[in-house]
């Protein structure tokens, strides 16, 4: 592909006082490499070398709240405390390579840590004590669980501000703790924050939004991830038709979510095939068109290979850009976020910009276990 055709890629966005170089996004992928939950220099490098190579948006591995159980691995970084001067020192070097970053904002929720005999300082927790569908795992989570959590939500909102980051992300995907509540399978409550509707399950989502724009303003973009599959089911659907996409998504607009990161595993899979197609709308398609707002495309891009194949050793190929470009072409979406492909090469979007194709590394497993 040419220099030429990929140039929508590389347009410029704004997302309320946010200005982006271009359309490229790297997406959040869990690294585990901050000693006592504190990023370090080491970090701080590996985000900046993204953002010195034309990386328009960058966000941040999962960061987690100031809640007892709120990571399932020792070294995944935390969002308060001591660990705040190390995300200083992380904005700081993006900013310094003219990049742009928010941190994603993450509890795990009833989600045991894989691998490990490592245990958090408190016990798992979530909307009905179930960490997956008919599998107790964890606590269910009182008002006063379901306060706090708010709570520090919003203290990491106004941390994130604070330290200088141009936005934040909620993890709200792939079956983690805001997810196991839009979740009848993992929300069984009878209570408000539960309900036989995705509608009334979304409701903790939404107070949690509503608190972290309360903390920042009505002017700092905030971000919202959002997954129909789930890491306990890939093949999970909250919403089976448009109407219960809007019931789900559109209170979340509503509550303060400027942009919705759309979690697919394959970018060009139609979201309703039924309704329009093998060329039809993807997830964020769909999403933008049902409630306005602005949308984040991911899954797999760039890459011939299947993102849960990274899990199993295996790599993936390069692979041509053309689907993603006629995406963006039409509108579909107005940010793209590039995982794996970026995480084995740094100068991915500079090479993709020059049209260097054929200069783009292959990803390999093997790159999950270093910060290069």
Not at 42 to 63: C, H, M, N, P, Q
Not at 68 to 75: D, R, V, Y
Not at 209 to 236: C, H, T
Not at 249 to 259: C, I, K, N, S, T
């Amino acid at each position: 592909m040419t220099a030429s055709a990929i140039d929508v890629l590389f347009q410029p966005a704004r997302i309320k006082g946010l200005a982006l170089k271009n359309r490229i996004v790297m997406a959040p992928m869990t690294r585990n490499f901050a000693p006592n939950g504190v990023p370090n220099a080491a970090i701080a490098e590996y985000y900046r070398r993204r953002a010195a190579a034309d990386v328009g948006l960058i966000l941040s591995e999962g960061t987690t709240i100031a809640r007892p159980a709120s990571k399932n691995l020792p070294q995944i970084p935390d969002f308060h405390d001591a660990a705040l001067d190390g995300w200083k020192q992380v904005i700081d070097a993006v900013h310094g390579a003219g990049g742009k970053m928010g941190p994603q904002i993450w509890h795990v929720g009833a989600v045991p840590g894989p691998g490990t005999d490592w245990t958090p300082a408190g016990e798992p927790e979530g909307p009905s004590g179930l960490g997956s569908p008919g599998k107790p795992f964890g606590a269910t989570m009182s008002d006063e669980d379901i306060a706090d959590t708010i709570a520090a939500f919003a203290a990491a909102a106004a941390d994130a501000k604070a330290l200088g980051f141009d936005t934040f992300e909620i993890h709200g995907a792939h079956g983690y703790l805001i997810d196991q509540f839009f979740w009848d399978g993992t929300n069984e409550r009878g209570d408000r924050w539960g309900g036989a509707t995705l509608r009334e399950r979304s409701r903790f989502a939404a107070e949690v939004l509503k608190a972290m724009r309360a903390a920042v303003g009505p002017d700092f973009p905030i971000i919202l991830r959002v997954s129909q599959w789930k890491q306990q089911d890939y093949k999970a659907r909250l919403a089976t038709t448009p109407d219960q996409m809007t019931d789900w998504l559109l209170p979340l607009v509503e509550a303060g979510a400027d942009v919705l990161h759309c979690s697919q595993r394959r970018f060009w899979e139609p979201e309703f095939p039924e309704l329009d197609g093998a060329d039809g709308l993807n997830f964020a398609g769909w999403a933008k068109k049902l409630t306005g707002a602005a949308t984040i495309s991911v899954g797999s891009v760039g890459l011939d290979g299947e993102f849960l194949a990274a899990f199993t050793g295996k790599g993936a190929q390069t692979a041509s850009l053309d689907k993603l470009v006629a995406r963006m072409e039409r509108d579909e979406f107005d940010l793209i976020a590039i995982g794996r492909a970026l995480l084995s090469d740094a100068q991915w979007a500079s090479k993709v910009k020059a049209g260097d194709q054929a200069g783009l590394k292959p990803f390999e497993a093997s790159a999950l276990a270093t910060l290069d």
